[in-house]
């Protein structure tokens, strides 16, 4: 895998999605809960969920620990990871599993080992959050994880100042349906939890990953939030045990991993060009197309699945038994 360079052209003229590809397995010991990844011309980082300081593996095109950037700062709960446009790479601190936290962090790592903390407030008390992207203008956002598949997007009200905190202000919502791809450890619902976002090297894509599924949103302008209001495109990722990392090469390939030893790195080569047709809706569309092409809006009328129960009863019954799951999960985590 040579990052920064397209391995293969992958979408047949239909517009088909392809299958994610296996690059290497990450067999790491000290990256056996991966949350985070981000990826440039050279080098592809990875951040461990947990630990007592700062710290960012450089990994090669085989996977291997080639070196650490580390920094004495101990974290709460480290949950992603973005690279800013002048190289830094940022912590998304945000992980509150019980919702407990008074504020949330972000760290921003420079190559030397130097870090500042930035600490936030957001506007409507604590959340559990794992995605962050940062625009290219610096800009960073932070993504809730909500069982029910309506998460919340925050950015600083102001500029961000350390140890602060900054208040934070909502911006926009993403609203998901669960899908049928298989994996992840919640079940069903676990294809609407966000754990995970990066923007392509362009700035014209952002995506925003699921234990199951990516959802690339077009941007335009570098305005991350409308992006927002457009419809996704979704690329399945199916049979990840524990989905959380995804990042973009400068090529605009997507890279997907999971928590746990020995999971595989994939990739979806190209996959910034799945969305270059997406643009704004000018009227109101179908609902329930939204919902079967994307998986990003909620449907006109309950469909039925296969059991004879409608959807969103059977989810409701699938997000009661993730609860309990993600709450499982919660307890080994600080």
Known sequence: MVFGTASAAYAEQDGSVPEPEVECVIDDPRLEELSGLAADSTHLYA??????RLEVAILDEDCRVRDLITAPTDPYDVEDLALGPDGTLWLGDTGDNRSRRETAALHALSRDGTSVLYRLTYPDGPQDAEALVVDREGTPYIITKNV????????PAQPLTSPGPTPLEEVATIS???????????????????TG??????????????????????VADGDIVAAFSREPVRV?????????????????TLLSASEGRGEPLRSVPNATDLVGGTSVESEPE???????????????????????LGVVPSFVIAVVVAAALVAGLSRRRR
């Open 197 to 218: 976002a990066a923007l392509s090297h362009d700035g014209r894509v952002v995506a925003v990953r699921t234990y199951t599924d990516a959802y690339l949103y077009p």
């Open 236 to 252: 399945p990722l199916p049979h990840e045990k524990q989905g959380e990392a995804i990042a973009f090469t400068p090529d605009g």
């Open 148 to 155: 029910l598949g309506s998460s919340r997007v925050y950015r």
């Open 286 to 308: 179908s609902e329930t197309r939204k919902a079967r092409e994307a998986g990003g809006s909620a449907p006109a009328e309950p469909a039925e699945d296969d059991s004879g």
């Open 176 to 194: 998901l349906l669960p899908t049928g791809t298989p994996g992840g450890p919640v079940g069903p619902a676990g294809s609407v939890l966000i």
């Open 47 to 52: 951040v461990n969920d947990g630990g007592t």
